[in-house]
């Protein structure tokens, strides 16, 4: 119940196209839902957020869609470019918030063709 | 920059010995979280601290602790290190309580090398 099951592994989209990545979970207790963007070398930085609340959270090129009584949520990336080449974690978080650590998926590699 | 600093960057140690990787949060925030990345695992929350305090534990294995120091810094301890214990890992911090956003800010990682 604490896992968060991300899909595909791995993508390959041409400039200009929509990259789709979905997650899903099982434990209702989660509250909190990011997406992490990872660079080589880098660290995961927070790319976009959502609570359970809300079915659609939009910000730029980059939006969460959320359906709750699925368990799932996905990222998408409109008109993608090669600088979002990168791996995507989704992440979820359990309700209370005083413990704060996040549960990952196991990332998608995005590729994006010029 | 996220404002999460660690050290060394990168360690290159043998098998059967021990290594401290160290981890300054962001100012102000008072939780840190230390996580484990593989190439099969992906990223695997091992434990978080909170004003010096251990807050919660994932799947941290015995031959590892951890501490956070009253300056907050903290530090994570692996000890008796096997090949496979050969990974990146992160730090993070973030503000709990008031002002919580959720976010988790990552420092750029220590990888470690076992051979």
């Known amino acids: 119940q604490q896992q968060v099951k991300q899909s595909p592994q791995s993508l390959i989209v041409q400039k200009g196209g929509i990259s789709i990545i979905n997650c899903a979970y099982e434990n209702t207790a989660f509250d909190y839902f990011p997406w992490y963007q990872q660079f080589p070398g880098k660290g995961p930085a927070l790319l976009i957020a959502?609570?359970?609340?809300?079915s659609e959270k939009k910000e730029g090129r980059f939006t969460i869609s959320f359906n709750k009584s699925a368990k799932q949520f996905s990222l998408h990336i409109m008109d993608s470019q090669p600088g979002d080449s990168a791996t995507y974690f989704c992440a979820a978080r359990l309700y209370g918030g005083s413990q704060g650590n996040l549960i990952f998926g196991k990332g998608t590699k995005l590729s994006v063709k010029p | 920059d996220s404002g999460v600093t660690q050290t060394p960057k990168h360690l290159i140690t043998a098998t059967g010995q021990r290594v401290t990787l160290r981890c300054s949060p962001r100012s102000g925030d008072l939780s840190v979280y230390w996580y484990q990345q593989s190439l099969d695992q992906g990223l695997q929350f091992l434990i978080q601290y909170y004003n010096g305090e251990e807050r919660a534990k994932g799947n941290i294995l015995e031959r590892f602790s951890a501490q956070q120091f009253p300056d907050l810094h903290s530090e994570l301890n692996l000890s008796s290190l096997e090949l496979g214990d050969s990974a990146l890992y992160f730090c993070?911090?973030?503000?709990?309580?008031?002002?919580?956003?959720?976010?988790?800010?990552f420092g750029e990682g220590s990888r470690l090398t076992v051979l």
């Open positions: 993070a911090s973030s503000v709990l309580g008031q002002g919580n956003t959720g976010e988790l800010f």
């Open positions: 959502i609570r359970p609340d809300v």
